[in-house]
Every structure is written in structure tokens, then in C-alpha cells.
């Protein structure tokens, strides 16, 4: 079965730390993932997509079919990083992009 | 550009009311275009999905319909509300799915 498990609900840093949000994926294919942010008030936002291998915000994501994993890093948090962060998968054709349940983010000054 | 328009923002329903949510995409064309339920701690849960007019894919078997009656129109209805479909409703739409998908703003709905 297609699943995305983020497995913390919740990730509290301070200012200047490094920061993991986990993501892991079960797909049999060869996956396209995708990390979402969501800021308070703002809409569900595509943060970036392992394809593209870039980095957004100081943010960037490696694709690890070993251990798929899709883990999202940034090597120094900002307080303006605090969101709640959605991992997801597309498993191609008609798309149905499957989302993980969530990390929460919270950058502490 | 694009955009992509969801109303109404919030909603507060009596149970066993109906429903309609509607969807609309501006500057593109044949789009493929989603419904999406997000819940705390659940994360999003594909509801339906639409690759062209009249063309409605079900996810999961609930209370709700989907219809496209126009190519760039979804709406999400109901006959009847119950109280668990109280939820926060996203739309959602994509060219290509290794593009990305684009959300709409969201509505609340409150079954009461």
C-alpha cells in the first residue's frame, strides 16, 4: 500500500539549530515526492520536490530509496520557519498525492 | 497566472442539511482538479479527483459527491450532513503532477 509516515507531530528548535522533519514513503515504483508547507493563516503552499533537487528557504530534501526516506533539512532554523510541514507522495498517472499527517514546526527565539 | 477559488471560507451546517462547495480554476485549461479533507492529526485525505468534465474518481466511501460540470468548476456536495463530515475542505488542482499541486484557501464546514 501507498503510505507517507511523518513520524513527529511535533518538532520544537530554538533559533540557529538544525533542524529534521522525517519523512518516510512505501511505494513498490519509483516515486515523485513533494514536501508542503502550510504557515499560520496562509494557504497549503508547495515547499519543494525531490526532482527539481533544490533548495528552498535554506531548505533541502534527498530521496534515499534505500531507506525511503524524503527527509527535509535545513542546517540553521528562523523563526519565520515555524509551519506545519506535510510530506507527500504522487505515485504518478492520475496523481491521487498521498500526504503524510504533519510535522508541526516551532523555531523558538 | 493561474488561480484557484474556493468558497465559501466557512461554513455552519445543521445536520441532515445539504452541502455545496464549489471550486473554480482561472488561467488554464483542463486541469485535474482534487477535493481534499484535512483533519489535526490525520493530515490530508484525498476525497475525490477529476481529470476532465464529468469525470469524478472516489478515494474513500462516504457521505459526499463530486461532480466537474465545467472544466474548470468542482463542487463537492451532500444530501445530507452528518456531524462527522465537519472538517476543514481543501481544492485542489494540477497540469502535471510533477509540478505540484496548487490549494485553494479552504472552507471550515461545522455540522451542528
Known amino acids: 500500500a501507498q503510505r507517507v509516515t511523518q513520524p513527529e507531530k511535533l518538532l520544537s528548535v530554538f533559533k540557529g539549530a538544525p533542524v529534521e522533519l522525517k519523512c518516510n514513503y512505501s511505494?513498490?515504483?519509483?516515486?515523485?515526492l513533494f514536501w508542503y508547507v502550510q504557515y499560520s493563516r496562509q494557504r497549503l503552499q508547495l515547499l519543494l520536490r525531490?526532482?527539481s533537487r533544490e533548495s528552498i528557504k535554506g531548505f533541502t530534501a534527498d530521496l534515499n530509496k534505500g531507506e525511503t526516506s524524503f527527509h527535509l533539512k535545513k542546517p540553521f532554523a528562523q523563526e519565520e520557519d515555524s509551519a506545519m510541514y506535510y510530506c507527500?507522495?504522487?505515485?504518478?498517472?492520475?496523481?491521487?498525492?498521498?500526504f503524510g499527517a504533519g510535522t508541526r514546526l516551532a523555531v523558538h527565539p | 497566472s493561474q488561480t484557484i477559488h474556493q468558497w465559501p471560507a466557512t461554513l455552519v451546517q445543521p445536520v441532515g442539511s445539504p452541502l455545496s462547495l464549489e471550486c473554480t480554476v482561472e488561467?488554464?485549461?483542463?486541469?485535474?482538479l482534487y477535493w481534499y479533507r484535512q483533519a489535526a492529526g490525520r493530515g490530508l485525505q484525498l476525497l475525490f479527483y477529476?481529470?476532465?468534465?464529468?469525470?469524478i474518481s472516489s478515494e474513500v466511501p462516504q457521505n459526499l459527491s463530486a461532480s466537474r460540470p465545467q472544466d474548470r468548476q468542482f463542487i463537492l456536495s451532500s444530501k445530507k450532513l452528518l456531524l462527522s463530515d465537519s472538517g476543514f475542505y481543501l481544492c485542489?488542482?494540477?497540469?502535471?503532477?510533477?509540478?505540484?499541486?496548487?490549494f485553494g484557501s479552504g472552507t471550515r464546514l461545522t455540522v451542528v
Open positions: 485542489a488542482w494540477t497540469y502535471r503532477d510533477r509540478d505540484g499541486y496548487t
Open positions: 511505494y513498490s515504483g519509483s516515486p515523485e
Open positions: 525531490h526532482i
Open positions: 507527500a507522495l504522487s505515485p504518478g498517472g492520475y496523481n491521487k498525492l498521498i
Open positions: 488561467g488554464t485549461s483542463n486541469p485535474n
Open positions: 477529476s481529470v476532465g468534465i464529468g469525470q
